[in-house]
C-alpha cells in the first residue's frame, strides 16, 4: 500500500500496486468500512466475469503476450486490464449504510451519478444507465460491449463499467475507467475465427471510448464527488 490522495471525512483510501489476481483473491475486511481501493497493475490481465467459460479465451494469444488470466467473482464479459489505460477503482459500501440498497439493480445508481460528477469536473458530460442491461452481439464475451446499471457513457460511448460483488458485510463496486479503448487487443484475446474477428472488431470500434486525462486526475476527481 502506498500512500495517496487525502481521505475525506467518510472514506478510507488506498492504493495498491501488484498483479491483477492479487487484487481479486482479496476478502473484505470484517467490520467493513466505506473504502475507495486504486488499484494499478504490473502486467496487462485479462479478467473473465465469474460465470463466463474459459473457452472464450485464446489460451495461445494470453501465452504469447504474457498476459494473466483472472476470474473475478462478479459477472459480465472479459475486462482487459493494461498498465496506465484503464483506472481501476474498487468502491467498498458496509451493509447498513445510508448508500446500501437491498435491490442489486438500483444499489448501482448512487455510484453512477457519483462519476458523472467525477468526470464533468474535468469537462466530460456523461449520462448513467439506468435501466436493465443493454446487451450487444458482444456484451457476453466482452463488458465494454454492454451497458449495464450504474454506468457511464459519454458521447452515447461506455467509458465506466461497473460490476457488483456483494457479501455478508459489504457490497463492493469494481470500476474500470477506460483511458483508451483498443477493441483490438481485446479481441485478439478471445477464441474467434477470423470472419468473428473482423465483424467483432466492427462492432466494438464504437461501443466504448476512452477518457482524455491523467489517471490521478481521474482519481481525485472522483475523491471529491464521493457524498461524506
Known amino acids: 500500500m502506498t500512500g495517496g490522495a487525502p481521505p475525506s471525512e467518510s472514506w478510507a483510501i488506498e492504493r495498491v500496486r501488484g498483479t491483477a489476481a492479487a487484487f481479486h483473491a482479496r476478502e473484505d475486511v470484517d467490520p467493513a468500512v466505506r473504502l475507495v481501493s486504486f488499484f494499478e497493475v ?16 485464446d489460451a495461445a494469444a494470453i501465452d504469447r503476450q504474457g498476459v494473466e488470466l483472472v476470474r473475478r467473482r462478479s459477472g459480465g464479459g472479459a475486462v482487459l486490464l493494461v498498465p496506465d ?46 435501466g436493465p442491461l443493454a446487451c450487444s452481439p458482444w456484451s457476453r464475451r ?11 457513457l459519454v458521447g452515447g460511448r461506455k467509458v465506466v463499467g461497473i460490476s457488483q460483488r456483494r457479501g455478508r458485510i459489504a457490497a463492493r463496486f469494481q470500476c474500470a475507467v477506460l483511458r483508451r479503448w483498443d477493441p483490438g487487443a ?30 490521478d486526475d481521474i482519481e481525485t476527481a472522483l475523491i471529491n464527488s464521493l457524498p461524506r
Open 85 to 130: 489505460e484503464v483506472v481501476w477503482v474498487d468502491v467498498v459500501v458496509p451493509r447498513g449504510d445510508r448508500l446500501w440498497c437491498d435491490d442489486v439493480g438500483r444499489a448501482f445508481h448512487w455510484l453512477g451519478e457519483v462519476w458523472i460528477e467525477a468526470l464533468g469536473g474535468l469537462g466530460f458530460h456523461g449520462v448513467s444507465h439506468e
Open 42 to 57: 504490473t502486467q496487462p490481465a485479462l479478467v473473465l466475469g465469474s460465470a463466463q467459460p474459459v473457452t472464450d479465451v
Open 142 to 152: 466482452v463488458c465494454f460491449a454492454g451497458v449495464g446499471a450504474g454506468e457511464v
Open 186 to 215: 481485446v479481441v485478439g484475446l478471445m477464441a474467434m475465427n477470423e470472419l468473428e474477428k473482423e465483424e467483432a472488431l466492427m462492432g466494438l470500434r464504437e461501443v466504448a471510448a476512452g477518457i482524455d486525462a491523467p489517471a
